[in-house]
């Protein structure tokens, strides 16, 4: 049970106002950051393979334009509404300021349960719904990527829609696709290779040895598979791994690649040989000393949270924790790395795609990557460092420096007219 007065956007907005109150802004200010600069909802008319029509929903929002094009995924899930998109929006725009990529934040979702639908049909969905946001996206004002229940695949479909309706191959109009059409080298793993710095530079900074240091990782795809695999990598314990159908312990540390290839085959981490199965809401509260959230948000909140045992939590996900549940556990000195920071590897390297396309000219993966790891731990210490000089939580300080540096590129602009 999550908070019950806790949504994404009502918890965005609450800490976008905290974090306008500190720097003194005036009233019109959080005003204009708390809506989103422009909201397009669609209708997606479906023929399913059995040649009936289902009516599906989508939406793209564009928090801001103030410091770039407006840049963030799209997701297909059975939850999308218009509000969540809302705060996904907004948290992208922290995001982009925050690891200074020159962009504001979007996002975009379909309600759809892309596991009930099958390929032939999730690719007519995408290009109804591309060519229906076509008039507000493109290289140069909004640029789509994946996020949950999308994929390479899709960003395939959408830069071929867009591409064939303008004539010519636009490949910087999204990112995340695949590398034979564009993709960078290093995109697919750069949120979980983002996360896994972060995350090893918190520990030091924490007196935790990585080395000594024991995981939990809530989720299996495209970050949390990632990440317990980096994890695991550098030297870590990974004692717990879950995704939405359960749970695996072992105290001894579980084989990642090993799960991987169970996952391969079965599409769920649940019957795994190499560990003991175990409850999936219970992995949040295993005694670990990093507790990496990497599915959806809000499973963090006031009633769980009172429990969770981790030394360090790292959001691989975005907004996996409430305001209420951050109170808490910032009162018994856990330490929570934010999502604006901790899973900003994704968006750095789709700069770095979109950089690669507009140029046509591609990088190495050495390149991409240690690019990469260089603005992650830039923007750790500039936020680590921040926090202690204004005794804040490293949220409350990321915040901050990501609403400032917006703020800063809304006055110098001017309002028009
Ligand atoms: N969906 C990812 C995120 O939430 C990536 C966005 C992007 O690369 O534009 O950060």
Known sequence: MADPISTPLKDARARLKEATELLGCDPGMYAVLSNAARELTVSIPL??????????????????VARGPAKGGLRYSPHVNLDEVRAL??????????????????????????????????????????????????????????????????????????????????????TGKPISIGGSLGRATSTSEGVVHVALAALRDNGLDPAKSTAAVQGFGKVGRGAAQFAFEAGLKVVGISDEFGGLFNPNGIDIAKLGE??????????????????????????????????????????????IKAKLIVEGANGPTTPAADKILEARGCVIVPDILANAGGVIVSYFEWVQGNQAYW??????????????????????????????????????????????????RGLYP
């Not at 460092?385 to 800063?408: C, H, I, M, N, P």
């Open 47 to 64: 023929r399913r393979d059995d040649d009936s029509v289902e009516v599906l929903t989508g939406y793209r929002v564009q928090h801001s």
């Open 363 to 412: 990088w190495g993966k050495d390149e991409v990557e240690s690019k990469l790891e260089e603005r992650m731990l830039g923007a750790w210490a500039k936020v680590h460092d921040f926090a202690k000089s204004k005794k804040l939580s490293l949220r409350g300080a990321a915040t901050v420096l990501a609403v400032q540096r917006v703020v800063e590129a809304h006055e110098i």
């Open 89 to 174: 929006a907004m948290w992208m725009t922290w995001k982009c300021a925050l690891l200074d990529v020159p962009y504001g934040g979007a996002k975009g979702g379909v309600t759809i349960d892309p596991r009930a639908h099958s390929e032939r049909e999730l690719e007519r969905v995408t290009r109804r719904y591309t060519s229906a946001i076509m008039p507000i996206i493109g290289p140069e004002t909004d640029i789509p990527a994946p996020d949950v229940g999308t994929n390479e695949q899709t960003m395939a479909w959408m830069m071929d829609t867009y591409s064939m309706n303008k004539g010519y191959s636009i490949p910087a109009v999204v």
């Open 262 to 307: 169970h996952v391969d085959k079965t599409g769920s981490v649940v019957g795994f040989k190499g560990a003991e199965p175990i409850d999936g809401h219970d992995l949040l509260e295993m005694d670990v000393d990093l507790l990496i959230p990497a599915a959806v948000e809000g499973v963090i909140h006031e009633q769980n949270a009172p429990r």
